[in-house]
């Protein structure tokens, strides 16, 4: 039985439509006076902090503590005025297939693991009416790599749940290759949706235990 479910943010739970992507090109060229890179990064399953990281190094810039929080802080402020214009929203079928777990396992968590910063993920989850629904996580401040993430998600949902919580009684539910390594990496099992940085081909061929189009009338019943 799932205990926990750990979500991805970004073409699991939401589409922003861009809206995050334009807040940290245009963050680079507040903060840092650099205009131009974003446009070929890959930043579908990547964390926040390596993604700020590799757009510095690219300028020839060797990244501060300082520099990272003053990319954060000008980023959230600009990613709260991209989501007021963005017409992005829940991923359909999202809500339907929390409702139905919750249903079958009244008891189960839900938390995030996500490349997003902490109030990266709360700015985005808030304007779409998720956040709330989220008990525990683990986010891009915890630290840069993504395996390393799952694991601070799993040691946060034992200390919800006690020391009995088994990694087979977790779900990664993602939209990314790198979710199914993540959650692979702490023994859970694997939901893989096609509804944002990868086609249903390209996930299975990372070998989720389930891997769909969305989570539209998925049944749950298989989780239970």
């Given amino acids: 039985m799932v205990r926990l479910a750990l979500f991805d943010i970004d073409g699991t739970l939401i589409r922003t439509h861009g809206a995050g992507v334009k807040a940290f090109a245009r963050a680079f060229a507040v903060e840092f006076g650099l205009g131009n890179g974003t446009e070929t990064m890959s930043f579908a399953g ?16 060797l990244v501060t503590p300082d520099d990272m929080q003053r990319f954060q802080d000008c980023y959230v402020f600009l990613l709260d005025h991209y989501l007021r214009e963005s017409t992005g929203g829940v991923i359909p079928g999202v809500k339907e297939f929390m409702v139905a777990l919750k249903k079958g396992n009244p008891s189960v968590v839900f938390g995030l693991l996500t490349g997003n910063i902490r109030l990266g993920a709360e700015i985005k989850l808030r304007h779409f009416g998720l956040w709330g629904d989220f008990v525990t996580g683990a986010f891009a401040d915890d630290h840069e790599d993504r395996n390393e993430i799952a694991r601070i998600a799993f040691e946060r949902g034992r200390a919800l749940l006690g020391k009995s919580l088994k990694p087979a009684e977790v779900l990664v539910v993602g939209d990314t290759p790198h979710d199914i390594r993540c959650g692979r990496a702490i023994g859970a099992r694997t939901l893989a949706v096609a509804t944002g940085g990868a086609t249903l081909d390209e996930l299975k061929r990372h070998q989720p235990d389930w891997a769909v189009e969305n989570l539209v009338g998925f049944p749950v019943a298989e989780l239970l």
Avoid: I, K
């Fill in 46 to 61: 990547r964390t926040d902090t390596s993604l700020v990281r590799e757009f510095l190094h690219q300028h020839g810039r």
